[in-house]
Structure formats: C-alpha cells, structure tokens
C-alpha cells in the first residue's frame, strides 16, 4: 500500500515536471528569444509588449503560466478579447503582451509542421502494427 502511494506520487511529479519542461522548451524560450513559436510562426502570428518590443523571459514566463487560466473558467480569458480594444486575452493582459499578426504567412512552416505531424503518426501506427 505504501509503495503504490509513493508510484503515484512519483508519477505526479514526473508529469509536473514534464508540463514545466515542456511549456518552457516550446513556450518560453521561443517567445522570449523570437517573439514566436512554431505554430504562432506557421499563421504568421507574434507577440510584443504593450510598448512594441521584443518579449522579456519574464513576460515570456507570465504569459506562459497563466495561459492556462485563460481557458479553464469556460474560455471566458479569451472571450475577453471581443470586448477588448487591443484583443488581449486574461494572460496577455497580466504579461503586459499583444498578439500581432504579419501579413505574409510563412507556408514553408505549416509543410515543415504538417510532415512532421505525418511522421510521428507513421512512426505510432507502425509501432502498433509490428510491436517489438
């Protein structure tokens, strides 16, 4: 018994540890060194302080936290942005960011990312079809 509680406490913090890796390898990195991340890049979507510049690791950060806050009370962070004169989502508005967009759209990304998408679909269906 008291070993299936230390599993499950050592399976949490894994997965603690695993968002926190995760949302700073795709999140905040990018967006503090480009003002961008892959996906934002592919619809020609980027990010500036409320003053234009560059993101700072720590808007970076905020933004990064508290995105999640913005979704899980029914989406209402981000239906604030239809009330909004600069369109700023709960998260935005208490990283101090603003959403921008270009008017050229990168295509080569949305390829880059839609064959990587096919990859990791084939490389997980093969696995399932010939395990071991």
């Known amino acids: ?29 990018p967006l503090s060194l480009w003002s961008t991340t ?23 950060v905020v933004r990064t936290l508290l995105q999640p806050l913005s979704t899980i009370f029914f989406g209402l962070g981000y239906r604030s942005v239809l009330n909004d004169p600069r369109k700023q989502a709960w998260h935005d508005k208490k990283a101090h960011t603003v959403v921008l967009y270009t008017k050229k ?16 679909f084939l490389i997980q269906y093969l696995r399932s079809v010939f395990p071991g």
């Open 38 to 60: 892959i996906g934002k890049k592919c619809f020609g979507i980027f990010l500036r302080s409320e003053m234009g510049e560059k993101l700072t690791f720590k808007m970076a």
């Open 1 to 29: 018994m008291n070993r299936d509680l230390l599993n499950i406490n050592a399976f949490i913090i894994f997965a603690i540890l695993s968002f926190l890796l995760f949302n700073i390898l795709y999140f905040v990195i």
């Open 105 to 120: 759209k990168s295509y080569i990304w949305q390829i880059v990312l839609a064959i990587m998408g096919f990859l990791l």
